[in-house]
């Protein structure tokens, strides 16, 4: 039976062996392609330079934890112009360059993060079979990409001290629905804006740049 059937995110690789404990599950697999494409000129290589062994952690599978321990290989490139004399063998599709963990499993903790956060989102994911820490949950969430939105029309702004005397930040707050709040230090408003603030200071850029000031109270009384 092929590899993809029960794994179709490892289609390209080979399984040479596979070793199964009551709560665990090990695949060792192998490339099925002869050649590979340097990262920098682009250029096809044929040559094997040398191979070693990476262990990736990957989606469960049954209930049991699977762990993938890839033979890869490193290539010789043989462009004389090309920088690079050997480089390693990439699979976009299975494991990103320098990282322990496959796509698939990244993904899964990044939406389990987005959803419940971090300590939370961990446990959950050791109930699952993939086990991870708090720490791990949350920088896949910060290293995911924002989605897009538009530009806000009603925006409360206030300051605060990260240190008193010395640092300061801004916060800012869509008060229209989906409410979304921002962490900046200065701030475009767009046309016929509202900016909110508790002071003043805070909202001069915005309102040098044409929108209103608004009292934040005024502005929460119109958010409910």
């Known amino acids: 039976m092929r590899l993809s059937l029960l794994f179709p995110h490892l289609r390209g690789l080979r399984l040479v062996r596979r070793c199964a404990t009551v709560g665990h599950l ?18 096809v290589a044929r040559q094997v ?31 004389v112009a090309c920088p690079k004399r050997t480089f390693r063998e990439r699979h976009p599709g299975v494991v990103a360059p320098r990282v322990r963990s496959s796509v698939g499993l990244r993904t899964a903790l990044t939406q389990v993060g987005m959803a419940l956060g971090g300590e939370p989102g961990a446990r959950l994911a050791r109930q699952l079979s993939m086990p991870t820490s708090g720490d791990t949950v949350l920088r ?18 206030d300051d605060w001290s990260w240190r008193r005397g010395r640092t300061f930040g801004t916060v800012g707050c869509q008060l229209e629905s989906p409410p979304m709040i ?25 309102a040098a740049r044409g929108g209103p000031v608004v009292c934040c109270a005024v502005l929460a009384s119109l958010a409910r």
Do not use: K
């Open 182 to 206: 921002i962490r900046i230090a200065d701030y475009p408003v767009p046309p016929h804006g509202a900016v909110g603030c508790e002071g003043g200071a805070c909202a001069a850029p915005g």
């Open 49 to 79: 330079h040398s191979r070693f062994e990476r262990r990736i952690m990957d989606l469960p599978c049954g209930g049991r934890a699977v762990a993938l321990v890839l033979q890869a290989r490193r290539f010789s490139c043989r462009n």
């Open 26 to 43: 090990t695949l060792v697999v192998t490339p099925t392609r002869r050649t590979a494409r340097c990262p920098c000129c682009r250029r």
């Open 140 to 157: 896949l969430v910060c290293a995911a990409p924002l989605p897009a939105y538009a530009a806000p029309r009603v925006l409360g702004i």
